[in-house]
């Protein structure tokens, strides 16, 4: 099924470029008003997935510069947060890392801020033109500190299992952050999020990704998992940093240098 396409400013400057780049995917079906589905909306340059009842509810946009990522970025931990950790930039800082979830690439783009060098593969059309759209807005800031993070962040469409459409090494640390099942819906997520996770869908395949991950890692395969479920492919890791609400199921190879 084709995604709608609403832009309330057609003529604004900033929505122009973006508009045009979206309407020659045969995919995205422009729309004159706001649709009784979910559909992508263009907004002073970002583009963002809305819910049937915008503006009520606030698209989702991958929006690296947003009050919440700047405040995670400079206050949120540095390399004592859990998935700094997990990854070993405790024990490497420049340190290679392919995302084989990307999503909407917050935990990625906490890793490149502090120094991690990141290729982010996502599979599915319309989450892949969201990041797009926020590393194409970030590579525009002048903030020199965003700009050396933005060079530290490659995106690709597809899978990871088809790495060779990279002509990079072999990762130190494969990250994996599947979408996992909802069973049931709940006031702690937010109703943007929400829509988010009814769009993608779980990954029924999660469980075939780890042992093609630990093929290709050098290192070590970090999981994101929800705290209550299984591991991934029902294989118990080497260690666990459990959070709150998540925890990180580090597989180890070898030992990080």
Known sequence: MNIQLYCPKPKNELNLNLLAECEQLDWIDR???????PFLIIEEGHLGLADPSWPKILPVFVDFQSAASTHRRLHGGGAGQAVAKAVGLNKKRDISVWDGTAGLARDSFVLASLGAQVILFERNPVVYLLLKNGFDNLSLTGDSELMAIHQR???HSGSFLDHSQTDAAP???????PMFPERQKS???????ALFHDIVGADEDADSLLAPALDLA???V??????QAPPLAGRKPSTELIGKSNRFDIYTKRAIA
Not at 222 to 227: L, Q
């Open 31 to 37: 729309i004159g008003k706001p649709s009784d589905r």
């Open 153 to 155: 962040l490659v995106l």
């Open 171 to 177: 990762p130190d640390v494969i990250y994996l952050d």
């Open 187 to 193: 006031a702690k997520v937010k109703k943007d999020m």
């Open 218 to 220: 050098t290192f070590r």
């Open 222 to 227: 970090v999981v994101k998992r929800p705290k």
